[in-house]
DNA sequence: ACTGGCACTCGCGTGCGAAGAGTGCCAGGG
DNA sequence: CCCTGGCACTCTTCGCACGCGAGTGCCAGT
């Protein structure tokens, strides 16, 4: 359909788009890049493009810009996966060797990809859903009331206040704790529930109502957590964005408060390697001029939980694929090391 | 020194610039207030404000615009704090009291915070300093390998892996927990230290490895948490800076990436009720165009951190004086309650 | 199928003039 | 002595016309 050489036209505009952020003629095109041609062609070539929706020009007599159709094809065909040098590597390897806990590990990573790729990055922490219960505590705090602690193996920590409708003393508690230990310690979240459901069986009639209601919060907890959090940096970059970025940076902002959205878009990334949503293809409309790449990281073979990076439709696609390529390969070492 | 007229002019300018976001003349001035004299006089005045650094014109010409020294006076001698209504006091109550853990009501608070201001919204979690040590728990997760999860009367839980020189019982771990938790348990961060220093003697020669290790990760958590952690909210409302806020969103943007920054902006403030720093009163560089209102809250009768908003030296200082003590007092009550 | 040439379209920067807002100052009045 | 009205002056802003330059589309020629 579409010849040989209009693919690199396509090309040559994408990355002197990309380098100048100007719309780029037909004359500047055959100078920069020695396609072989005259401008005239190039113009020919670029009239086809933009028949087919790949290019446009921002108003007549402009030089053309690449599309979100464009950007796909790009993307698609068009260019690969840019590796990270030998001592990106290794500086990417050192910085997220320092972590010492989980959190640090997830902000190092931000810090790290906003950096790498001069853009907005996202991380989701490690999920529950794979994870499997390391410990679970229980603490009195005053006589009708106790805390849960829930460690995950990936080293997560949860907490919450336990209301229970009884005093309940700390032998109670001890003993609860120590059965529900050797019931779901080392098991997965999802199998939980039915682990646990003849607990209170096990019980004196009038302590029943505490242990269930513990139960019931440990569950509750379980559930809760999987609705992700997330961490976001680099937002400084938005002002990367283009000399129009007065008018974009709003939504992006807002867009990117609102946890929610973040989590669908990381989450509709279906695709084992690097995911690539291009302006009108995201769902959100606020992120409609942004491309979000994303990918799954993990401590061992599965993926647990999505990171990306959020920047202009405008943007070094193969740089920023390899970056969060390879963050996403040593973040998923450094968990499973610890 | 300034008659009582002035100080009228002064604020009169000072709620015009804030409301119109324009340099504010003499005679709209006489217009909008009714201040009982002629715009000549009013210009007069106006000259001696000018004079002492109160306001400054921006070109030959324009309206008057306070000066940061415009702002301080009218914040110290001007205006009030604007209380909040009592349906305001109402929702700020129902919305943090739904909040389930610790940091859910920080959360809530950033986003209350944000959007009562409609400003950027900086909440620290709760300060150790002053906390006390609820309980220490260890959990073995390797041979050589443990896991120490500390957590305050806060509510907040930190963790830490420890690396143990050598291979260590489950049994040694839990005697080490309990006789730790004897010690420790109820009192003061700032008093551990002291209350450890002797445990390793009451241990085998060859568990003293072990047990000092886990002392001195215990001690190192203490004082790195006592860095403190903050969350930041409604960076959108960075659009609300002024038509020039492209320029000065960025390093604005940058300064909240800076936790270190924010922390020693928000320590700063000595004052037991609202304080607030006008433009250059900022030591950071990238903050000279903002104002930061902040304000201490905690649980008891003690502050034991800082809450506040960072916006435009063009702000309504009064309102948001009153939003950051309200919403600060309603977090204070919440955290006293769990 | 590519190339060179040419006419055409627009956006953008510049310069100028009119309009408007606001000031400073001065002389007069309570 | 302080306030007021009036007046001349200064600048910014806006609209407009103009010319330049970049880039395009098309066509005839090779």
Redesign the pocket.
């Known amino acids: 359909m579409l ?1 040989e ?1 209009r693919l690199q036209v396509l090309r040559a505009i994408v990355q002197d788009y990309v380098g100048t952020e ?7 095109l055959t100078e920069r890049h020695n396609l ?9 070539d ?2 086809a493009l ?1 028949d087919e929706g790949f290019i446009a ?8 810009i690449p599309t979100d159709k464009g950007y796909r094809l790009f993307v698609d065909k068009l260019a690969g996966v840019k590796p990270m040098t030998a001592p990106e590597r290794r500086a990417i390897q050192n910085f997220l060797e320092g972590a010492v806990d989980l959190d640090d590990v997830v902000a190092r990573t931000v810090r790290l990809l906003a950096q790498l790729t001069r853009q907005v990055a996202v991380v989701q922490y490690p999920s529950l859903t794979r994870s499997t219960v390391r410990h679970v505590e229980l603490l009195p705090m005053a006589p009708a009331r106790a805390m849960l602690v829930l460690i995950t193996d990936t080293g997560r920590v949860e907490q919450r206040m336990v209301d229970c409708p009884a005093p309940v003393g700390e032998a109670t508690l001890a003993d609860l704790r120590a059965r529900l230990n050797s019931r779901v310690a080392g098991r997965r979240f999802t199998d939980v529930p039915s682990l646990v459901e003849d607990l209170p069986e096990g019980f004196d009639p009038e302590e029943r109502g505490t242990v269930s209601t513990v139960l019931s919060t440990l569950l509750e907890t379980l559930v809760e957590e999987n609705e992700e959090r997330l961490m976001i940096g680099g937002t400084a970059n938005l002002t990367r964005f283009g000399h129009d970025f007065p008018l974009v940076i709003r939504p992006v902002l807002e867009a990117l408060e609102e946890q929610v959205v973040l989590l669908k878009l990381l989450g509709e990334a279906k695709d084992p390697g690097v995911t690539v949503r291009i302006g009108h293809e995201n769902a959100h409309e606020g992120l409609n001029s942004t491309s979000v790449v994303s990918v799954g990281y993990g401590s061992g073979g599965e993926a647990v939980a999505k990171l990306g990076v959020v920047g202009p439709t405008r943007m070094d696609y193969p740089g920023t694929m390899g970056a969060v390529r390879a963050v996403a390969r040593y973040v998923g070492q450094i968990l499973a090391e610890s």
């Open positions: 010849s050489r100007e719309p780029v003629g037909s004359k500047a072989g041609v005259s401008p005239a062609t190039v113009r020919n670029m009239a933009e020009q921002p108003h007549t007599s402009a030089g053309r």
